[in-house]
């Protein structure tokens, strides 16, 4: 045997022809990594624009006059409030208080009672909670002492924006 007819010889086509589709794989990967990239900047954008829950509140001291305890009076657009809360721990069995709802629902236009309720003395549950609906011209909530001493009455509203 001297070596004749045979051969050992290396022959790389196969692999050179792997590391093409490879290659053609990570460049589709990177590609749909870029979609991927923009789909989640779109999702993040939607959800730092989404509505977010906000407060305000304060203390009204009645006077026996109707007052304000809450007025968005001409919103940017659609408003939306969520509930208004007043805390008549204050209130005793010779006070009565009348609670009005009022919506503008043209521009510029008066405010229409859309709800109201007398809280005679003492009340179940010093906590008394008012649902606000949507309103594209303004809102307002207000309180008149109509009979009893004056008192202070804590209120928060939230509301999303």
Request: net charge negative.
């Amino acid at each position: 045997m001297t070596g004749e007819g045979v051969h050992n010889v290396y022959d790389d086509t196969a692999l050179l022809a792997i590391l093409v589709i490879i290659d053609a794989l990570i460049d589709g990967l990177i590609i749909d990594v870029a979609v991927l990239q923009a789909a989640v900047d779109a999702i993040a954008t939607l959800v730092e624009a989404e509505a977010i829950l906000e407060e305000t509140g304060g203390e009204l001291t009645t006077d026996g006059t109707e007052q304000n305890v809450y007025i968005n009076n001409a919103p940017a657009g659609v408003y939306e409030p969520r509930r208004l809360i007043i805390d008549f721990a204050n209130q005793t069995v010779t006070e009565t208080v009348r609670i009005l709802v009022y919506y503008r629902i043209a521009p510029l236009g008066p405010w229409v009672i859309d709800d109201r309720e007398t809280i005679v003395g003492v009340p179940v549950n010093a906590g008394i909670s008012i649902d606000l609906k949507p309103t594209r011209y303004g809102v307002r909530v207000t309180m008149e002492k109509t009979a009893g001493t004056n008192r202070a009455y804590d209120w928060q509203v939230f509301y999303e924006v």
